[in-house]
């Protein structure tokens, strides 16, 4: 079985305000307060600048997006994440901008076995936005982020 995902994660706030600024940009409400803006190609083309650098340690992330994360971190901590697993194999990497800087990551992890983990890069990038471990799940299970498997299936406003 395999997951995919590609988001930007903030508090649902913050990122009615992204999706105002990026037509493109459509929300998903988590858990926790929290919502994702999933890293579609529409929006990926919409935000990527040929001529600024993508950031070291991910795979799909726009040229020039971590000059926008950081403008937006000036309203609330907000994070980029990446995963991708098939049959147990895969890897997830994750950063978040605080004030105006990157305040963790970017943190990549590779594994075989069951996917994800709470220790991993998406689950702590979590923790430094706010999320917390409920009873028996992890930040990532917590906020609802294994309630879709592809990304295409996250609902969107």
Known sequence: MSYELRAVIAAVDLLRVVAAEVPTAQIAELK???ALIPMTDRLHDAL???ERPREPGFTYFPGGFGHRLGA???AGPIA????EYFGGVGSQHAAVWVDGKIDFGPVSSSRVGPA???D???SLAL???GAQKSYGHDEFEAVGL???RQLTDWPTR
């Open 120 to 122: 991993g890069p998406i």
């Open 127 to 129: 923790s430094r936005i």
């Open 48 to 50: 990527h600048d040929p």
């Open 32 to 34: 926790q307060g929290l």
């Open 146 to 148: 294994m309630r879709h």
């Open 116 to 118: 994800p983990r709470a």
């Open 80 to 83: 980029y994440v990446e995963a």
């Open 72 to 74: 937006w971190s000036q």
